[in-house]
């Protein structure tokens, strides 16, 4: 069983949902990645998604799209993300950790090696926006044989043929996108929420998590009532982005967020 | 490798796939409006309504056929090839663009959509996109790079007054990349009620192959139209490649007659040497952006680099991936010319030939100038003008040390 699953059936005991935070590597300064990494999971967080600085980050709006901008003005490469993870490994080997990205960096690597050195890094999960299951079946099999599970997104515009099929290759959980948009959208629709998650679930034993638009604990715990994990990144990117003159801020920052999100998700019964 | 068999029809697979490249590398949430579209697609190229409308706008609207014209005087200062221009650069709006969103308005119309998005450039596309939805009375939005507003005002004002709406991107580079990126996410936002005109060969599947289709009609022309005139087919076509739009308009209705030798010419900016270019093929590697597999310019860490041409409609890092099949199949040759060498052939063929070229098309011009002479008199380059000059009024007399 890989940490994603364990880690989630460790939650399901528990009686608790999983909360996901999503940072970009390197932003605002590649130094503090790590430390913020581990100040998210003091402060709560139950995984990690790490973002991959591409340069043009179609999936994403303003506040991720900056994050990844300022990270490339330190030119922070996928070589260097998976540096800031073994880092991270030293001093945590429990929490997953899930790289978030788009496929051309994963590509100019080349398949195989970034799956040894991610495997080798102590990377759970990825997940690549641009990458339908029809398109990946080279990476499937690649990742599969180095024990890394592959995140799939579901949109609102995902037909039951297709839920089907991403529920077919996905590991470790499956992520509905709960907005029609890029990320940072804030108009959650809980109802066709609901009803999206529970074809969903009519389909899989997977886990199912829930991100795009959550922006504080109110949304994180309604959404928690619904998904067995929910995953924050706008909300805290615009935090990093309005202290990115004062990154010694930054961490006790986001360690505010997360650990109001994990009360509010925590009281929902 | 050497092509024995026919290519055209058979590209792309039923998933967009030409060989390696192309394909459709987009987020989920456009997975079924790509799909929708790609039956729409279908759907209506076999709807005689459908076609016999598109072929009416392409005559009465755009003015189509357009003329081929030999170019006899600069032909014969050049002292080779006999040099034939498709004069593209003659449609409504000046340029090619207008023949895709022409059919891709028609299309958005049949599918019920009421809102077109449009990335653009050098504005062409912009201003073809906003020229057929004024005429249909649809919203219509158009993303630029705020790089490539300054450059182009003049564009930007045409837009305007057809009634579009110019949204001003600052992300990125702030050029036609970041504009595409940009209406990417227009589209995933309000892909209810909106269509994405795509002004080139770039993008997921089917965008290559339909807007290749568009296009076609200028291959389609050429081949009746030199029988007509020269009495036969040419030796080689010349086309600039920004995306590719022009170029495999031209190229397309040819793949098959392997005694047309094919040049697309990329933009060499200040030198393919200095870094400072727009020649994916000629200098880039394969990789993934935009939806598609195809050559792109792009640092060791896989960063998209920025680009550099004089002409922003070749300001582009990627290219349709059809091209990137056509290169490495070894069935069309990919060359690059720079800043100044387009430059000297936007002036020469203003001056002996009374046309104001695009300088988007003066680098296919500029190539063929070089190619014509080391071919015979006897021999025919038939060159795609795939635009009128008006737009780089501003950019050429900058140059020159004059403000208009
Ligand atoms: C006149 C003209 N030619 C060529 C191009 C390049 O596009 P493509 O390579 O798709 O033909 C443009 C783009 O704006 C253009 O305006």
Known sequence: MSLISRKFAHLKAQGKKALIPFITAGDPIPEITVDLMHDLVAAGADLIELGVPFSDPMADGPVIQRASERALEYHVSLRDVLDMVSQFRQLDIETPVILMGYLNPIEVMGYEHFADRAADAGVDGLLIVDIPPEEGEELQRIFKAQSIDQIFLVAPTSTPDRIQRICDVSGGFVYYVSVKGVTGANHLDLSSMEHKLAEIRSRTDLPVGVGFGIKDAQTAAAVSRLADAVVVGSALVSRIEALADEPEKIGASLREVISSMRQAMDKVD | ?404
């Open chain 2, 1 to 404: 490798m050497a092509i024995t068999e026919n290519i055209i029809g058979t590209l792309p697979d039923e998933r967009g796939h030409f060989g390696p490249y192309g394909g459709l590398f987009v987020s989920e949430t456009l997975m079924e409006p790509l799909e929708e579209l790609r039956a729409a697609y279908n759907h209506y190229m076999a709807d005689e309504n459908f076609l016999k409308e598109l072929d009416e706008d392409l005559a009465n609207y755009v003015g189509r056929p357009s003329p081929i014209y030999h170019a006899r005087r600069w032909s014969e200062q050049l002292g080779g090839a006999q040099i034939y221009l498709k004069r593209e650069d003659l449609n409504h709006t000046g340029a090619h663009k207008v023949n895709n969103t022409v059919g891709q308005a028609l299309l958005a119309r049949h599918m019920g959509k009421r809102r077109i998005i449009a990335e653009t450039g050098a504005g062409q596309h912009g201003v073809a996109s906003a020229t057929v939805a004024a005429r249909l009375g649809l919203e219509c939005v158009v993303y630029m790079g705020a790089v490539d507003i300054i450059r182009q005002e003049a564009n930007v004002y045409r837009m305007r007054l057809l009634g579009a709406e110019v949204r001003a991107v600052e992300s990125g580079s702030k050029t036609l990349k970041d504009a595409l990126n940009e209406a990417m996410r227009d589209w995933v936002t309000n892909v209810d009620n909106t269509f994405y005109i795509i002004g080139t060969v770039a993008g997921p599947h089917p965008y290559p192959a339909m807007v290749r289709d568009f296009q076609s009609i200028i291959g389609r022309e050429a081949r009746t139209q030199m029988l007509h005139q020269a009495g036969r087919q040419p030796d080689a076509l010349v086309a600039c490649v920004g995306g590719g739009s022009n170029a495999i308009g031209l190229f397309y209705p040819y793949l098959d007659d392997q005694a047309v030798a094919i040049y697309g010419v990329e933009a060499a900016g200040n030198g393919l040497e200095t870094g400072q270019h727009a020649a994916p093929l000629c200098a880039g590697k394969p990789g993934v952006l935009h939806g598609n597999r195809t050559y792109l310019m792009e640092d060791a860490d896989g960063q998209i680099i920025e680009t550099h041409s004089i002409s922003a409609g070749l300001d582009y890092p990627g290219v349709g991936p059809e091209h990137a099949w056509l290169k490495d199949s070894g069935r069309a040759n990919y060359v690059a010319v720079t800043d100044d060498q387009a430059l000297a052939a936007f002036h020469d063929l203003t001056r002996i030939e009374g046309i104001i070229p695009a300088l988007e098309s003066s680098h296919a011009l500029a190539y063929a100038s070089q190619l014509a002479t080391t071919m015979r008199p006897d021999q025919i380059i038939l060159v795609n003008l795939s635009g009128r000059g008006d737009k780089d009024m501003h950019t050429v007399a900058a140059r020159e040390g004059i403000h208009l």
